[in-house]
Structures are given as structure tokens and as C-alpha cells.
């Protein structure tokens, strides 16, 4: 009978993901090197739209469209349908 491979630990697992967060940031500083300074800005203003009641849902999707990695990589249609279906 073939040897079952061992299954990972929590801190292997825990490792492996910390790998790919570390792997997915670096590639995200490389495709976009030069974070916008205007960041903090958009981040208050959205802040302040939620606190005033906007619905979430719009809020975010219009927060993705913002977002220079949701641009690059061409993904608002694919997330809003995701946030739009729930």
C-alpha cells in the first residue's frame, strides 16, 4: 500500500500563506512602484461617505475603481459581479 503524504501543520500552512501574502505583495511593488500619494485622501473620503450612509455595496465598488491594482490587472468587472451577486 503507498505512503499517505504527510498533511501540513498549522505552522507549516501558516508559513506557506505567509509566503504568498509576501510573494503577492512584492509583485504588486513591482507592477506599481510608485504608490500614489493622494491614498490617504481617498481613504478619508470614502470613510466619511460610509459614515454618511451611502449603501456599502456602491461604496466599494467605486472604492475598487479606484484602486490602481484592481486597473492594472483588469478585475472591477469580475469583483463587482462577485459584491453585486450577495
Known sequence: MPKRPAQPTKSRSRTIVV????????????????????????????????????????????????NPAVDKFNSLVALEAILRRG
Do not use: S
Not at 22 to 35: M, S
Not at 36 to 63: H, M, S
Open 19 to 66: 509566503r504568498v501574502v509576501a510573494a503577492w505583495d512584492t509583485i504588486l511593488a513591482q507592477n506599481l512602484p510608485d504608490r500614489p500619494v493622494w491614498e490617504p485622501t481617498r481613504r478619508i473620503r470614502n470613510a466619511r461617505r460610509k459614515l454618511d450612509g451611502f449603501n456599502p455595496v456602491a461604496l466599494l465598488v467605486d472604492d475598487l475603481k479606484q
